[in-house]
């Protein structure tokens, strides 16, 4: 059996609502053991028998599907790498010490680090990491320039978290 972080992307966003509860209940009666939730957007830790990435995912977002009706995007990590998006996130905080943080998680492995960077531009510092892009904003979020579209054009499926949100699914949840 295999812990995994499922991050979703775009939950209880709009028409896209899926409450916590119902998804837990629905991923339960799927199988997934240890299923827990941290807030409304769509943070789970599971246990899983299914080892393969591309396979587990596949059989979350089909559970999802079945059971809402829309599709739901999920970026998965081991407990080792949920916590090293999170060091690398407060590294970078340490160093950079923006008015805001956030971080697209990615899906896969960052291939073209050097054409995450090239989307930074004034004010908005856009940073590869192994598994994330990280945005050190001197703006809030919504303001910015540089969007997750446009981030996901370079790495393909991402899910956003704040700094504080990061942290905290690290601390509970990570190696």
């Given at each position: 059996m295999a812990t995994w972080i499922a991050l979703l992307r775009a939950v209880n966003v709009g028409k896209r609502q899926y409450p916590m509860a119902q998804l837990r209940e629905a991923l339960g009666a799927a199988g997934?053991?240890?299923?827990?939730?941290?807030?409304?957007?769509?943070?789970?830790?599971?246990?899983?028998?299914?080892?393969?990435?591309?396979?587990?995912?596949?059989?979350?977002?089909?559970?999802?599907?079945?059971?809402?009706?829309?599709?739901?995007?999920?970026?998965?990590?081991?407990?080792?790498?949920?916590?090293?998006?999170?060091?690398?996130?407060?590294?970078?905080?340490?160093?950079h010490g923006p008015t805001s943080h956030y971080i697209a998680i990615t899906a896969q492995a960052i291939s073209e680090p050097e054409s995450v960077t090239a989307l930074s531009r004034e004010g908005e510092v856009v940073v590869p990491g192994l598994r994330a892009v990280h945005l050190l904003l001197n703006k809030s979020f919504h303001e910015a320039k540089t969007t997750l579209p446009m981030i996901e054009k370079v790495v393909g499926v991402a899910t956003v978290r704040n700094l504080n949100v990061t942290s905290t699914l690290a601390a509970k949840w990570g190696a």
């Open positions: 997934f053991t240890g299923v827990q939730t941290h807030i409304q957007t769509g943070n789970v830790v599971l246990d899983s028998t299914l080892t393969d990435r591309v396979e587990l995912t596949q059989a979350l977002e089909n559970v999802m599907l079945a059971d809402r009706g829309f599709e739901v995007p999920v970026v998965l990590l081991s407990p080792e790498e949920l916590s090293q998006v999170a060091r690398e996130a407060r590294q970078l905080s340490d160093q």
